[in-house]
């Protein structure tokens, strides 16, 4: 469970010589398991809401539980421990462009400490599950958006997170690959094999609202809508 | 606990090294350039002290003899009564023959000095040299006895070298605290060269540090290609300093050598005798040198 309570954030911005308020008093609750779509303007702090959850950011004032986890009080030796929960797809896909998707991935799992067994096992399985095992000795350049896209969510995919969180998956695509996408990312969701959770960060609200999910919008750091649990 | 194989690391490493070529190549340069400024010096000043430690030993006190002719036994008296006298442990005798001889052999290969020292014409008088013990003020009473021309008619000067065992004791501290201070500031330089290197490490591979940190990356995992990358290039760059060393050393050694005034006073130690004290200061500094200028940068520039 994701639990915000009073949280505020503010950016001690450097380029503007002075703090920047990104998130105001958001309080918000994310059960096990639910999907759950943050919408809202460009600026408006969605990016700033998924670098709290995932500990890159403290919140300034209020109070962020994670899976029994208090952010604000958890020790930094247990941060990597904790991130390694989370699947995280980026805006830019952030691929690494010396690596080719099949590296990007492995990847994933080197940083864990994973062995090659293990490795060379489950980064073909997860390929395939993203429709993208014959790109497997591509690297980043070589692929279209669409592509992009669906190996950077196999990087996020491939430790098995219990939080699966897509910031822009939809960035740069065309209407028939973003809902390609989202379909692929509400499925993860609905999995019922494993009860996980997924957030899709998103600004195309019209797409977002077309699977019936819970819909949280976003507006100058404050939560102007919220949909409530979807009734399943 | 996780686990990586160490192969995997140390590839990482390598390929962050070659990725940041020009940055690598500045830094390697300067941090060779700091090692062999400091191994010159330092060099330098070894030689400095073993040349000091081999003049003539310093608690002597050398007496020069009034007159020639003085005979056998005038000479044995004079040779007891010196040696009777308090905090004296040894007393030599060097008849003015000898040291004449002493000097024809040493020059037996340069004519031109050895003109100066005929057989017919020897320009050395008896000598006695006396090695005392105690504190200095006991040497010099001793000192006093034997400027006594009551007690020691026969010697023309008795000359000490309390001043002078003083003032090279000095020299050599003063000489000693120069060489840590430049060390210093060499290191100081190095050290911010690796850090700035290490920081635009950083800077272009902040995505990927970025990625790495949401994956779970423990702050080791992430530091420690850094790390290694500068251990490259402190492993270089202490290696082409230490060859740079050794061609300097021995162009300094025969320029020195060449010349017959300057080689008759100063004796060089060859470089087989310290190589590897070089070899090992140079590695150590510059791993050192490394292991702090990127222990900083990654402390300032990576969070959790
Ligand atoms: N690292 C940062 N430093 C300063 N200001 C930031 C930083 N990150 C985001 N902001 C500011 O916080 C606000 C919210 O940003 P963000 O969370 O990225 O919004 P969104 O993802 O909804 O576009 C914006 O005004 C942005 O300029
Ligand atoms: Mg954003």
Redesign the pocket.
């Known amino acids: 469970m994701i639990e915000f309570k009073n949280v505020t954030k503010t950016?001690?911005?450097?380029?503007?010589g002075r703090p920047?308020a990104?998130?105001t008093d958001i309080n918000l609750k994310i059960e096990d398991g639910e999907t759950v779509f943050f919408v809202?303007?460009?600026?408006?702090?969605?990016?700033?809401?998924m670098?709290l959850i995932t500990r890159m950011e403290t919140p300034t004032s209020g109070s962020l539980k994670v899976n029994g986890t208090d952010l604000r009080r958890i020790r930094p030796r247990r941060i990597p421990e904790f991130r390694s929960q989370f699947g995280v797809e980026f805006q830019d896909c952030k691929l690494f462009p010396k690596y080719n998707v099949y590296e990007n991935v492995a990847f994933a799992m080197r940083v864990l400490g994973m062995p090659n067994r293990i490795i060379k096992e489950r980064v073909p399985r997860v390929l395939a599950a993203m429709n993208i095992q014959h790109r497997a000795k591509h690297f980043p350049d070589q692929l279209s958006g669409g592509e992009k896209q669906r190996a950077a969510l196999a990087r996020a995919l491939v430790n098995n997170p219990k939080i699966l969180i897509a910031?822009e998956p939809t960035a740069g695509l065309d209407p028939k690959m973003s809902k390609d996408v989202l379909d692929l990312l509400v499925s993860l969701g609905s999995s019922t094999k494993h009860k996980r959770t997924v957030i899709i960060?998103t600004?195309e609200q019209a797409l977002a609202s077309a699977y019936g999910k819970r819909m949280i919008r976003?507006e100058n750091?404050r939560i102007a809508e919220d949909t409530g649990r979807a009734q399943e | 606990m996780r686990k990586y194989s160490l192969p995997y690391l140390l590839g990482r490493s390598f390929k962050g090294f070659s990725r940041n070529g020009f940055m690598s190549f500045a830094s390697v340069l300067i941090l060779t350039s700091c090692l062999l400024i400091s191994g010159c010096f330092g060099l330098l000043i070894y030689n400095l002290y073993v040349n000091l430690n081999e003049l003539d030993e310093l608690n002597e006190i050398v007496c020069i003899c009034r007159y020639d002719d003085f005979t056998e036994a005038e000479h044995k008296a004079l040779y007891d009564r010196i040696s009777s006298l308090e905090n004296v442990e040894e007393v030599q005798f060097t008849p003015r023959a000898e040291a004449l001889e002493k000097m024809r052999e040493k020059y037996a290969e340069h004519p031109q000095v050895l003109e100066r020292f005929a057989e017919d014409n020897n320009p050395f008088p008896d000598v006695y040299t006396i090695r005392y013990s105690g504190s200095e003020a006991q040497a010099t009473d001793l000192l006093f006895t034997l400027r006594n021309d009551k007690k020691f008619p026969e010697f023309k000067s008795v000359e000490d070298r309390i001043e002078t065992a003083n003032t090279l004791e000095k020299l050599k501290n003063t000489v000693l605290w120069i060489f840590i201070g430049f060390l210093l500031v060499l290191v100081f330089i190095s050290v911010v060269i690796i850090m700035n290197t290490v920081r635009m490490a950083i800077n272009s591979r902040s995505d990927e540090v970025e990625v790495m940190r949401y994956i779970g990356a423990t702050g080791w995992f992430i530091s420690f290609p850094f790390i290694f990358e500068t251990f490259f290039t402190g492993l270089i760059s202490a290696l082409i300093a230490f060859g740079a060393q050794i061609l300097i050393y021995d162009k300094t050694m025969q320029v020195i050598s060449s010349d017959i005034s300057v080689s008759g006073l100063i004796s060089f130690v060859p470089f087989s005798q310290v190589w590897y004290v070089v070899l090992l200061s140079f590695v150590g500094v510059a791993l050192l040198t490394c292991y702090i200028g990127s222990k900083i940068s990654l402390y300032k520039h990576i969070k959790v």
């Open positions: 950016y001690n911005s450097v380029s503007r920047v990104a998130l809202g303007p460009s600026g408006a702090g969605k990016t700033t809401m670098r910031d960060i600004h976003f750091g």
